[in-house]
């Protein structure tokens, strides 16, 4: 338990600038939703787990020992899925920035799935030689990436270009750091079944808790991406048909 929640806090002050691009900030803005969110909600609530086992320690038996062993690799493995697939979307907007060129965004209203070496929307000039070479040698999972470009425009009239990924873990589901997170928390709520009698609904809270709110965060994005992309999100929902767990959901 000690080890999962310092790598998620670590890799949450690592990975600062990531948050940045969350939809608590780039759409839901700084209110009393996250000021009391983060104040209180938070330190309190996703807590639970540990503060259970605190005030119900346990010696595990080798009978138990599974626990630990599930407990180790599901809060590992949901961890590689959650900074996987967030570091290969960052990538990707590193690699190809979205282009601001109304031309550019009409061009791209026009192209189905791409591919990377045939991404360029207009014919490199020396200057961008190099981002020109690394666009060519990009590869996620050792392939080359496939994306869909879709433009939009916003409220002051500018056109605007979207990458939606369609490889690596965002080819499996449209939000599969959603289900990196929701491993990790079952994780931790795994490991207040070492407490004899089991922990009931406050050693599961966190994770049902997050279980709610990513279903619905995920039901949200639909809603503004279909609004924002039109036709092209209807496309990408076609190439990437689960939300969070490939095959189920």
Known sequence: MLLLHSIYVIDFFWHEDWYLR???IAHDHFGFYLAWGDSVWLPFMYTAQAQYLHHNQNNLGSEQMWINLAVLVLGLGGYVVFRGSNNQKDYMRRIFSPSTDPTSAAAASTSAL?????????????SNTATEDMKRNVRIWGKKPTYILA??????????????LTSGYWGLARHMNYFGDICMATAMGLATMAVSGGPG???WWYTLYL????VHRTRRCDLRCSAKYGEK??????????RILPGIY
């Not at 433009?151 to 939606?164: I, K, N, R």
Request: charged share 15%; hydrophobic share 40%.
């Open 22 to 24: 969350t939809i608590d």
């Open 114 to 126: 791409s591919t990377a070496p045939n991404t360029s929307l207009a014919p490199p000039s020396h």
């Open 151 to 164: 433009p939009y425009q916003t409220a002051d009239g500018e056109w605007h270009t979207s990458l939606l």
């Open 201 to 203: 609904l406050v050693g």
């Open 211 to 214: 279980i709610t709110l990513l």
């Open 233 to 242: 999100w209807v496309e990408y929902r076609k190439v990437v048909r689960w």
